[in-house]
């Protein structure tokens, strides 16, 4: 039996939960302010697709004035290459033999595939992998202060480029960082010193790539910065609302979920669990945000059951078969959770749209 997935005109309130979705004139509103505002930043803008997984999304990102797409696996940008984009970032490190040779595969496709190394051991692989007649574009990854992957200094980096146009079948292309949120001084620092010495050494570095959706709308303070990566945008959710990134009513995304018990008077259970709100709280205390009732808090999760702490909720929560909207914490977490996609205006499905990259982590 095939799942009753909502066709277009259906109203939203007869899509069965939970199920994620997608306002498509906020989503639109979302893509053109953003790219308005790199526009005039005079930055290019490489949105992250890890939010959405969704190629139709990506050309709408791309029709909208992106420069091309930041993905993080290898397996994802292949269906993003199967989809016709040709202007792929890969900000992982691609390590070990079977990696390696996808990878090939994915560069005699891609009309611009780059990667990103910070390390001799990953230049290495690639160096062995790929050959002048088809080079690979790489940038050096660096660390300003997100204490993730990265070289720690500006020196590290330019040694590291000077490694990498030695090799003659990789191509320098750059230099790429992810911050830490506020890090925009250190960042410029950063990417100033590492300029200025790669120019002294004659070596160019067209690309500067910054990165984060919380401090998208602060990209202006990092001038030495060509283009910013930012996902979450799209669709932002409620760790961007409390960055002040966004406003309540840029918020495109939310579950629809079911109350499905209400064992006591201070107690309701809905049929969103950890399988579609996801348990990644990202600094908050609960699970979700419940529109239209304060102070009800989604406070724990199994796998199909949300658990809502009415003791703080004031006002009439909704009856048993009733449906509630959920803001996520987290909505890219979100998208990985589900098949489908179900957008909707004014209330009425308008498409639903396969997550063709769920589950594509290696």
Sequence with gaps: M????????????????????????????????????????????????????????????????????????????????????????????????????????????????????????????????????RPLRVMVECDTGGKRCGVQTAQAAIELAEYIVAAPGLEFVGLMTYPAPGGAEQVETFLATAMQGLDAKGIPCPVRSSGGSP???????????????????????????????????????????????????????????????????????????????????ITGLSEEHAVVDLTGHSGKFPSLGEVVRIVPNHTCVVSNLFDRMVFHRDGVVTRVEDVAARGTVW
């Design 2 to 133: 095939s799942y009753p997935w909502p066709r277009p005109g259906t109203p939203i309130s007869q899509i069965p939960t939970p199920m994620p979705v997608i306002d498509e004139a906020i989503l639109e509103r979302n893509i053109a302010r953003a790219q308005k505002y790199l526009d005039d930043c005079g930055k290019s803008f490489r949105p992250h697709i890890k939010t959405h997984k969704i190629p139709a999304l990506a050309r709408q990102q791309i029709a909208g004035g992106a420069n091309g797409i930041n993905c993080q696996k290898i397996t994802e940008a292949e269906v993003f290459a199967d989809a016709g984009i040709d202007d792929i970032l890969l900000t992982y490190h691609i390590l070990g033999p079977a990696k390696l040779a996808r990878l090939k595969l994915l560069n005699d496709r891609v009309a611009k595939l780059t990667v990103v190394a910070d390390s001799k051991a990953v230049i290495d692989g690639l160096a062995a992998t790929f050959d002048a007649s």
């Design 215 to 297: 401090d998208l709308y602060k990209a202006h303070l990092v001038p030495s910065a060509t283009e910013h990566r930012a996902g979450t945008y799209i669709y932002n959710d409620r760790s961007m609302v409390r960055a002040g990134q966004c406003g309540a009513d840029d918020l495109a995304m939310t579950i629809l979920a079911t109350v499905i018990s209400r064992p006591a008077a201070d107690r309701a259970v809905l049929d969103s669990g950890s399988k579609a709100l996801t348990s990644d709280l990202l600094g908050f205390s609960d699970y979700g945000q419940i529109l239209g009732a304060e102070g009800a808090r």
